[in-house]
């Protein structure tokens, strides 16, 4: 079965019904573009840099962007929360170019079917990215996801140390 039949037809978008995504200021700044009124996000804190979540739909438990078919309306432009689940993670930097990162999962269908060390690369490749335009993006991620007890009942999988790539090196 396809990734996405596991998590539409099999599992029936469950991550989608639970806890409300964590968005840093990039993924608010993108998602907003794209809507017409301002119901989509919860703000979750008063500081200054605000930080905010996708709101539920006001009948259901549903993500406010999970259509009646189960399906995500802005998979593309889904935030860093949606594209890394069932996985997650927290850092530290220990120097201007080396961060420690500690993995967690979530226990899902998906991870049974994609094994942990795929959706590690995959997670991990995106992290990287992010990692070389805009490391303060991920800490962004980390306060929104203490914020939104995001991290509760998740499984401490194990930590690495992730470099900086910078071009020509
Ligand atoms: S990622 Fe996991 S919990 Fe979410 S819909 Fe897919 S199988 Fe279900
Ligand atoms: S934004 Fe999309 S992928 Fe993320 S929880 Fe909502 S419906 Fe699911």
Redesign the pocket.
């Known amino acids: 079965m396809e990734?996405v039949e596991?998590?539409?037809k099999?599992?029936?978008?469950?991550?989608?019904k639970?806890t409300p995504p964590a968005l840093t200021n990039n993924d608010f700044n993108r998602i907003n573009k794209l809507q017409k009124n301002e119901n989509w996000f919860n703000s979750i804190s008063q500081e200054e840099n605000k930080t905010r979540v996708i709101a539920k739909r006001e009948e259901s438990n549903n993500c406010y962007f999970l259509s009646e078919e189960g399906l995500c309306d802005i998979y593309c432009s889904r935030p860093l929360d949606c594209k890394l689940?069932?996985l997650f993670f927290k850092i530290n930097k220990i120097n201007e170019n080396e961060y420690n990162l500690r993995w967690l999962v979530?226990y899902?269908?998906?991870?049974d079917?994609k094994s942990l060390d795929v959706l590690k690369e995959e997670a991990k490749a995106i992290i990287e990215i992010i990692l070389s335009e805009d490391p303060e993006q991920l800490f962004e991620y980390q306060n929104a996801m203490y914020a939104s007890q995001g991290y509760k009942k998740k499984h401490f999988l194990d930590e690495e140390r992730l470099k900086i790539k910078r071009s020509g090196e």
Do not use: V
């Open positions: 990734p596991i998590c539409s099999h599992c029936k978008s469950k991550c989608c639970s689940f069932p979530w899902c269908p998906l991870t079917a």
